[in-house]
């Protein structure tokens, strides 16, 4: 049996966060007074290794509006977000931090955001309270660069505090590290995304989760984005141009070693790039027959899976019939 349609769904991942749990339902209780809508208020225990849970259920035993899943061990971020976004039954999704960073005040904001007209609005922590060194200077670069991959201009993937409505938070599958590019991810579906400025509070208490070790992971999850939204569709596209290029590189330089070889007399025997032609030419042939195999995959994809390549905003026809 189906739950109620709720208006508002906050999703908060807890990890080692028992100290700022008590404060941050107080805060989001007070934001959620005066706004006169139905909500629910969703924590994910991602495995934390102190008494978040206990915290939890104590919260939970006072306020039945509370929810918390209890994820089997630390699965990070993603997929702590991703178990909320599953079970969220609100009309929009309020997504933030447990660490009392982001406040719960700037939900209004995001709202009144999304009352324009807009189907994802993202924070923007422009007034950071972090190290320079090891988070906002990181965060500016992958900032830019993303920005510059994707083509969506936005200031800060990485602020967790976000409103999306459930239409389009429920069309988007997240994996490894994808949870700072729900934008990038979201713009897919060609969904409006504005970003608001929000406040941003120093850590009271416990320590952050990040550093400069999970750099890499974001690299190679803004190449995944690159590749989904520009070639996930048509891999052969990208794949089948990296081998033309190789193979014409190759080929070229074989005619010129034949030229060389046949009319000029000069021996191609021992020259290292007579086997680079080589290397280019086969290389080139994979590339093209990785993008065909490719090509295969993604068409038995979508067709076995029934999952479209479009996705529609809205039908306006006067002669539809209404359910």
Known sequence: MSRERLD????????????????????????????QRSYEIIFIDDGS??????????????????KIIRLRRNFGQTAALSAGFDYAQGKIIITMDADLQNDPHDIPLLLAKIEEGYDMVNGWRQKRQ?????????????????????????HDYGCTLKAIRQEVIKNIRLYGELHRFIPAVASILGVRIAEVKVNHRPRRFGRSKYNLFRLPRVILDMLTIKFLLSYSTRPLQIFGLLGLVSGAVGF?????????????????????????AVLLMVIGVQFITLGLMAEIMVRTYHESTGKPIYHIREIIDAHRSED
Request: charged share 20%.
């Open 8 to 35: 508002l769904s906050i999703i908060i991942p807890v990890y080692n966060e028992e100290e700022n749990l008590p404060i941050l339902y107080q805060e989001i209780k007070e934001a959620l007074a005066s706004l």
């Open 49 to 66: 290794q102190d008494n978040s849970f206990a915290v939890l259920k104590q919260i939970q035993a006072l306020d039945p509006g509370v």
């Open 130 to 154: 972090d190290k320079f060194l090891t988070r906002r200077l990181p965060s500016m670069i992958a900032n830019r660069l993303i920005s510059l991959l994707t083509g969506i201009r936005l």
């Open 252 to 276: 070229f330089i074989a005619l010129w070693l034949s030229y060389q070889r046949l009319i000029l007399k000069i021996s191609s025997a021992n020259r290292p790039i007579l086997l680079l």
